[in-house]
């Protein structure tokens, strides 16, 4: 049968969960309730109790609850709630996961879903679904939907909300993608700057019998891509476009963090890398770029992003970001240099060309790639059919040699 697991502070939520619990028992799944609260619940008796939730973080309700201090509790109770999650998961006694909260309670349970793999459905109802969602979703498939009013009772709004998701993850849950081809999953990174390397890449990689799963590199798309690596979804990487690593270091609104680029190579997953759209760092619109860049060389890309061109400095600061991350691969690592150009605005004639920026972000790189790590300087730009069908054909190459 399935099963949807209810995940939440019983103590303050008691009668809203167990509303959310009968509307999912009449859709006929399994209910597995766990107590996210430090005090005694309110609503229905949990299958996992709030005792058990903080001892798989290593502390004592009682002493959470003692301490009042509504912070320590929260990321504690998100820590426990996140390994019982998972552990429910591997018995097989998670099918889907169900949530609902203000702000305290939506981070304990966005905690626990964002340890969840890519697939098994996750549902958070939310007081601040209709504000600035990433901490929630972070890099997997976390569903939010906004509460409407604040969940305080069950009232003629919220019982209709509630039970649309009860009806949601119970669909949800009990659906099954249709069944895989078999053929082996490699991920590749994209931009609009260079849509055109990795549309020929794509192509290839799938006519020697790859799927091939494109990811925007837009901060939240590296970190997605590097979560199915984790999850070990993935047969090889075609990391094309490492322009996140620019928003990170510059200061742009679409980084992956600091750890970008080091997945695939810390699991040993064949990776072929190149230096795509690191000539630039991106903005939202024009007048929202900080005063201290108004002299820079700044690019309107559309009315919502204005990019802005990398310095021969940051870029040679890039190019020593770059080799490091590959140099500590522990499996096959190819890196591809476009010596025409690294995005579509960056090659002759174009307003991001700068011979001085990209001889930076070459000499930073080789100044700290270790010899195990392949370099491949080609005279094409990034976006040349030439380069990107080389990059698909060395990873192709790299995969079938580690099978």
């Known amino acids: 049968m399935t099963t949807v697991v209810l995940l939440g502070t019983l103590d303050t939520k008691g009668g809203e969960y167990a509303f959310l619990r009968e509307r999912l028992l009449e859709r006929g799944v399994e209910v597995l309730v766990v107590d ?19 001892r798989a973080a290593g502390v004592d309700s009682a002493e959470l609850a003692a301490a009042g201090d509504r912070g320590v509790a929260v990321t504690a109770m998100g820590a426990g709630a996140e390994r019982i999650a998972r552990g429910l998961y591997a018995a097989g006694r998670l099918d889907g996961i169900l949530a609902l909260g203000g702000s305290g309670g939506s981070s304990i349970a966005a905690r626990a879903m964002q340890a969840l793999p890519v697939g098994v459905p996750k549902l958070l109802v939310s007081t601040v679904a209709s504000g600035d969602a990433r901490p929630y979703v972070g890099a997997v498939d976390v569903t939010m939907m906004y509460s409407v009013v604040d969940i305080s ?28 081809d078999g053929k082996p999953l490699v991920a590749a990174t994209m931009f609009g700057v260079t849509t055109p390397c990795v549309t020929t890449a794509r192509e290839r990689l799938e006519e020697l019998g ?73 903005f939202g619109p024009r007048d929202s770029v900080p005063p201290r860049y108004a002299g820079r060389n700044l690019y309107v890309h559309n009315p919502t992003v204005t990019l802005m061109r990398t310095t021969p400095a940051e870029c040679a600061e890039l190019g ?9 691969a522990t499996g096959p690592t190819a890196l591809f240099v476009p010596l025409g150009g690294v995005s579509m605005i960056a090659v002759p004639g174009q307003p991001f060309h700068d011979p001085n920026a990209d001889d930076a972000l070459v000499a930073g790189v080789k100044e700290t790639l270790r010899d195990g790590v392949e370099l491949h300087e080609r005279p094409e730009d990034v976006n040349d059919p030439v380069f990107a069908t080389a990059m698909a054909d060395r990873l192709h190459e790299l995969i079938q040699a580690a099978a």
């Open 36 to 54: 996210a609260g430090v005090h005694e619940p309110a609503g229905p008796a949990p299958d996992v109790s709030r005792h058990e939730v903080a």
């Open 320 to 328: 020593r970001t770059v080799g490091p991350k590959l140099s500590a």
């Open 153 to 180: 009772g069950v009232n003629r709004v919220s019982a209709q909300i509630m039970t649309n998701a009860a009806g949601a993850i119970a669909g949800m849950a009990g659906g099954a993608a249709p069944a895989a």
């Open 210 to 282: 790859y799927e091939v799963l494109v990811f925007h590199a837009t901060g939240a798309g590296g970190r997605s891509m590097e979560a199915l690596a984790t999850d070990g979804f993935l047969a090889g990487v075609l990391d094309v476009t490492t322009t996140e690593l620019a928003d990170e270091l510059v200061g742009g609104v679409l980084s992956a963090g600091p750890d970008r680029l080091e997945a695939a190579g810390a699991l040993g997953v064949p990776q072929v890398v190149s230096l795509g759209a690191l000539d630039m760092v991106n």
